[in-house]
């Protein structure tokens, strides 16, 4: 498989933080996806795609049980 950005074959499954807003958090979830090592481009298959959705639809309710890591701040 070929990078469709860069061109580049270095594609390597990784374990990435995709992030999710929720209300004006943010969370993280540890993720397994192909990721072009040239260029950064993350590549999503069916079943990553549904778990991410999965995912996204618990958040909200269980974000009671998240774990806090960091705060997010802003500039005004
Ligand atoms: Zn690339």
């Given amino acids: 498989m070929k990078c469709v950005i860069c061109h580049g074959d270095e594609i390597e499954v990784m374990e990435v933080k995709e992030e999710f807003t929720v209300g004006s958090d943010i969370v993280y979830v540890p993720t ?11 590549y999503y298959d069916r079943r990553t795609m ?11 309710k269980e974000r009671g049980k998240l774990k806090e890591v960091g705060k997010v701040l802003m500039y005004d």
């Fill in 50 to 60: 549904q778990f991410l959705e999965e995912i996204e639809g618990k958040l909200f």
């Fill in 32 to 42: 397994k996806v192909s990721v072009c090592k040239n260029c950064g481009e993350r």
